[in-house]
């Protein structure tokens, strides 16, 4: 080598110039185009590849630096949680019903995203996203990794966190998130930098992890906030990352705009949708609460979103129309989706329960327009039914959105106490979505969405069932027959809290730790 | 104008970072919640190696942020100097 040694080292901009650009060849034994066969179809024109600014400039050396740091961090709070048997520290044992879906709907899926982002990173031909892909992708394996581990050490104790990759393969409110990464996954590299990078890291991830995982702090579980936190420094880079994609894409050539502005507003509905469960464990899962959904939904969509779109309007993106619907949504959807699982809480891997008259004032102070007038009644009476012993729980399927995957549990926009169905046909066909917004990315890829495994439809014909299971036999039991597919324990994973095998053993236990007899 | 934020685990090493924020950002406002603190500032938002550097008493590498950081909003400038978010509207 003849490089010159300079005293002076090189600043970040020229260090990371170095580390992603130059770096790359053109083939010569195939032509460019097959050798990145995905580039192109989705209509989106690159003309530039050079263009790409990775705002971050994190070279393959510091990345490993600090990403070993955060480890090290992590890793020595997770072992002292454990062994100072931090889990007893938990404001309340209904806490961890949240973690449990955490861990079956969310950590999974870091692993897809993973996936994906190594995929897009194959797949783009410019050597800046490339790179700047493979770390997300390192990452999310982290995330994967680091979140498996944490809640492990729950498993030794608690119900519910035994089996998550096979439920999350099986069970109906599992399919809600997968089906949305799958969906994001089979579309090509640039669809998929939208519908992640960009939606979910850029849009939606802040409402996930940011004021979730300040509650978990808030309820006592150490291990979950460091997790989360850890993870969400990651993203912080990956919102850049889905930003800048924006940017380049729009940058380069005027005829990607429509593409860009169509996949964005797919993406923000579909995002909006997934995030119903976290609206549900923030209002009612979370014990000990920091602040209600609506006021997440404003600090960081209406105020930081709003801010995003009025600054992507210099390049004719304007905010989705389908975002209209969340205003007014905002107020209900973490009632609706509570009071869906409490009926269905004989088929959910984690307990349910209707709260307390305190946490009731609570929801009404948070939502002064919607909580008295239309959930209040109706959670008293189920309260007071379980109290005298009717605990209610529905064994009926409900219909599920071919797009979301989510039971019909929305109402009409203008009218809170009517449901909302909608309908399309395709080749003879009847199909149903949830909204407007669903209904719109049905009838656009129609071809697309009926292969949909939902998983309603799977149990009613038949395909949900241990094998060897015969139906036909005299006092069959489907639902007991589902539960066993999924790989619950019937009794102790699902059912209402109070009675359950966790309360029960997390009030001995932690009376325990504070008594000697 | 819109606002740009940025948030920080609550630890011994960003309680000198808030600071020197604050002190360069006079417009910037810190909201903190259990085991973070978040920064609004309207329109822009700039961390300066040199004011961290006064506050610890060493050099400070601006990526070392990565350590504590959670979330931001707002374009990112970084060099060796500073950490600029902004939004060009």
């Known amino acids: ?517 | 104008m819109s606002k740009v934020f940025i948030a920080f685990q609550c630890n011994e090493d960003t309680r000198p970072i808030v600071e020197a924020v604050l002190a360069d950002n006079p417009h910037a406002e810190a909201i903190e919640s259990p085991a973070m603190v978040k920064i609004d500032a309207e329109g822009s938002l700039v961390i300066k190696r040199e004011s961290i550097e006064e506050l610890i008493g060493r050099t400070f590498d601006l990526q070392e942020l990565q350590m504590s950081l959670i979330t931001l909003s707002g374009h990112l400038d970084e060099d060796d100097d500073q950490f600029k978010l902004s939004w060009l509207n």
Not at chain 1, 134 to 144: G, I, P
Not at chain 1, 495 to 513: C, I, P, V, Y
Request: hydrophobic residues 40%.
């Open chain 1, 1 to 517: 080598m003849d490089m010159h040694a300079t005293k002076k080292k090189l600043g970040i901009k020229e260090k990371y110039a170095h580390m992603t650009r130059g770096l790359d060849w053109e083939t010569s034994y195939q032509p460019m185009e097959k050798v990145f066969p995905q580039a192109t179809f989705e209509g989106i024109k690159i003309h530039d590849w050079d263009k790409w600014e990775d705002p971050f400039r994190l070279t393959m050396d510091s990345y490993w630096k600090y990403q070993a740091e955060k480890e090290r961090k992590l890793y020595a709070v997770l072992d002292a949680f454990a062994q100072n048997n931090g889990h007893l520290g938990l404001t309340d044992a209904r806490y961890l019903n949240a973690i449990k879906l955490f861990l079956t709907g969310i950590s999974p899926l870091e692993y897809v995203a993973h996936r994906g982002f190594a995929a897009a990173g194959r797949n783009f031909p410019g050597v800046g996203p490339r790179v700047a892909c493979l770390m997300q992708s390192v990452d999310e394996m982290r995330h994967a990794q680091t979140q498996i581990h944490a809640l492990s050490n729950y498993n030794k104790h608690y119900d519910g966190f035994h089996d998550f990759k096979h439920m999350l393969e099986r069970v109906w409110y599992l399919s809600v998130p997968k089906s949305f990464f799958d969906d994001a996954f089979s579309a090509g590299p640039f669809e998929w930098m939208i519908a992640i990078g960009f939606s979910f890291e850029y849009v939606l991830t802040n409402l996930l992890f940011v004021p979730f995982m300040s509650g978990a702090a808030y309820n006592g579980d150490m291990a979950t906030v460091t997790f989360g936190f850890s993870a969400q420094s990651d993203e912080a880079r990956h919102m850049t990352l889905g930003l800048e994609c924006i940017k380049f894409m729009l940058e380069q050539d005027p005829d990607n705009l429509p593409i860009v502005q169509k996949w964005i507003d797919k993406w923000a509905w579909r995002g909006v949708r997934v995030l119903t469960l976290v609206a549900m464990m923030m209002d009612y899962m979370l014990p000990k609460r920091v602040m209600s959904w609506k006021e997440a939904w404003e600090i960081y969509f209406e105020q930081n979103g709003g801010a995003l779109f009025a600054d992507l309007a210099r390049y004719g993106i304007t905010m989705p129309e389908c975002l209209k619907q969340c205003s007014i949504d905002k107020e209900h959807i973490g009632h609706q989706a509570w009071a869906t699982f409490y009926q269905y809480g004989g088929a959910a891997a984690f307990h349910t329960w209707m709260p307390s008259d305190d946490e009731m004032d609570w929801l009404s102070s948070k939502y002064p327009n919607t909580f008295d007038k239309y959930y209040r009644a109706r959670f008293t009476h189920w309260r007071n039914e379980a109290e005298k012993g009717n605990r209610f729980y529905t064994n009926t399927l409900p219909m599920l959105c071919q797009v979301c995957q989510i039971p019909m549990l929305f109402t009409e926009p203008d009218d809170p106490t009517t449901i909302c169905y909608r309908e399309s046909e395709y080749d003879g066909e009847k199909y149903h979505t949830c909204s407007d917004g669903c209904k719109h990315i049905f009838d656009d890829e129609p071809q697309k969405y009926i292969q949909a495994w939902l998983p309603v439809h799977q149990i009613y014909q038949g395909n949900c069932f241990p094998e060897g299971t015969d139906p036909t036999v005299e006092g069959f039991d489907p639902l007991a027959k589902v539960l066993e597919y999924y790989h619950f324990d019937m009794g102790n994973d699902n059912l209402d809290f109070e009675g359950s095998r966790d309360q029960a053993n997390f009030a001995a236990w932690r009376g325990m730790a504070t008594k000697n007899t």
